[in-house]
């Protein structure tokens, strides 16, 4: 190989690609495309203290009750000093970094670059983005003390189940996990209980990993009941 080609594509391995670029197909550059979005992660998230995730579905307007509840708790957690973490984009993920704004505290937006462009949503004052969607999960997580999990899709379930698993098999720190909305998240809890748990293949500690809440106070309160039950644990 020509050395001077050699170092023009060394160099170049970092420069941002849109979503249609075919970077799937070139196996040992696609390392150093992966480690050098680890280190902008790292780098770039290092200062976010008491971290925040917000998690639910881009397709939920300004009119939908869990906008507005995501607005207000990300406002509330703001106002004592909670970082929001969120996807970057519209719907609930707009409504967190909505809440942080205009409370003047850390609007942190995860964009990831997918062929149906995401353009990241005006409340965010400190965005990155991401080609690789378990790079950008792993800097959720990184930088998280808590996570709240609003209604959504296969997104939101992607990020609920993948933390709770590694929460249950000590891969992670314990934080709290907060589901919003009892009325969504019926059904589903109550499979848990008729199936999974019944059938051996969940545990009843399994199912004290989250909480089930329906306002904004009921957030904060979690959060800060979690972090109270955790210092009385280790004494």
Same mark, same amino acid.
């Given at each position: 190989m020509d050395s001077n080609n050699h170092v023009g594509r060394f160099v170049s391995f970092g420069t941002r690609r849109d979503a249609g670029d075919d970077y799937t197909g070139t196996d040992v550059w696609r390392i150093f495309r992966i480690m050098s979005e680890f280190v902008d992660g790292f780098e770039s998230t290092s200062q976010v203290k008491k971290g925040v995730s917000f998690f639910g579905s881009r397709c939920l307007a300004p009119s939908n009750k869990y906008y507005k509840l995501a607005h207000e708790a990300s406002y509330l957690l703001s106002k004592k000093g909670y970082s929001i973490i $969120?996807?970057?984009? !519209?719907?609930? $993920?707009?409504?967190? &970094? %909505?809440?942080?704004?205009?409370?003047?505290? @850390?609007?942190?937006? #995860? @964009?990831?670059?997918?062929?149906?462009?995401?353009? !990241?949503? !005006?409340?965010?004052?400190?965005?990155?983005?991401?080609?690789? *969607? *378990?790079?950008? %999960?792993?800097?959720?997580?990184? &930088?998280?003390?808590?996570?709240?999990?609003?209604?959504?899709?296969?997104?939101?379930?992607?990020?609920?189940?993948?933390?709770?698993?590694? /929460?249950? $098999?000590?891969?992670?720190? +314990?934080?709290? /996990?907060?589901?919003?909305?009892?009325?969504?998240?019926?059904?589903?809890?109550?499979?848990? @209980?008729?199936?999974? #748990?019944?059938?051996?293949?969940? +545990?009843?500690?399994?199912?004290? #990993?989250?909480?089930?809440?329906?306002?904004?106070?009921?957030? #904060?309160?979690?959060?800060d009941n979690f972090y109270k039950n955790h210092k009385k644990d280790k004494k």
């Open positions: $969120t996807g970057a984009g !519209p719907g609930i $993920t707009e409504a967190g &970094n %909505k809440g942080a704004f205009e409370e003047r505290g @850390n609007s942190v937006g #995860l @964009n990831i670059i997918i062929p149906e462009a995401q353009a !990241p949503n !005006p409340y965010v004052n400190n965005l990155l983005e991401f080609r690789y *969607f *378990f790079v950008r %999960k792993y800097m959720f997580l990184k &930088n998280s003390c808590a996570s709240v999990v609003f209604p959504g899709g296969f997104g939101t379930f992607d990020e609920l189940f993948e933390t709770l698993s590694l /929460i249950q $098999t000590k891969r992670t720190q +314990h934080i709290p /996990i907060i589901l919003v909305g009892s009325d969504y998240w019926k059904g589903m809890l109550e499979w848990f @209980n008729s199936v999974p #748990l019944k059938q051996g293949t969940l +545990h009843q500690d399994d199912l004290k #990993l989250f909480v089930v809440v329906d306002s904004a106070k009921d957030i #904060l309160k979690a959060i």
